[in-house]
C-alpha cells in the first residue's frame, strides 16, 4: 500500500533474511542480546555485532541506535528497546509510538531507502498486538507525511495470525 511517497507492506517471514537497507531490532536496553528476534539477528549477524554493540553503552526504551549489519543481507541494523507491557498505564504506548518513530527518524538520517521491523513488543515484552499494530501504523503515517530517503516499509511478521493484525491496520489507517 502507498503512504505518499511511502510503500507500505505486510510480510510473514524471517526479518533475518531480508534484503532492505535497515532491519530494526526489537532490543533490551542492554543493547547486548537476548531471545526471540533479537537472538536471531545476532545469530545472523555473527559475533561482529556483538563487538559493535558493547560500544553503544546501551539505550533508553523507545531509543534507536544504528550499527552495521555484517553478515545480514541489511546493510544496518536499528536497535530499539520496545516498552515491557505493564498493564498499559505506565506510559507503554508512549514509549512503543517512539520505538517506532525514532526507528524511522535513524534510518533515513543515515539515507536508506528501505527498513523491516518485527513486532517490537509484542513477544517476551507482551505488548498487545493489536493496540502495537495501531500505534506501529499511525507512526507510520504520520512519518510518511513528510518527505525523505526512506521509500519503503516492511513490517516483518513471525506468525500470519500476526500478519492479520497489521494488514488490518494498514487498511483502517489508509482510509
Ligand atoms: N523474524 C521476524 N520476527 C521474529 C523473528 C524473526 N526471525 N523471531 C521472533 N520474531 P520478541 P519483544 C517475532 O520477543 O517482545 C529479547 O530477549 C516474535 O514472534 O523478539 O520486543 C530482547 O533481548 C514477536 O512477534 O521481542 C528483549 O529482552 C516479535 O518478533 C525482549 O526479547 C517480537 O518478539 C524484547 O521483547
Redesign the pocket.
Known sequence: MQLNSLQVEVIL????TLEVDVIVN???TSLL????????IHRAAGSDLLQECRTLGGARTGQAKITGGYNLPAKHVIHT??PIWRGGRSGENALLAASWRNSLHLAAENNCHSIAF??????????PIAEAAQIALGEIKEFAASPSALKSVII????SK?QQVYQHALKAIAN
Do not use: K, W
Open positions: 517471514g524471517d526479518i533475518t526489537a532490543a533490551n542480546g537476548g531471545g526471540g528476534v533479537d537472538g536471531a528497546p520496545g518485527p513486532s517490537i513488543s509484542t513477544g517476551v515484552f507482551r505488548f516483518c511478521c513471525f506468525s500476526d
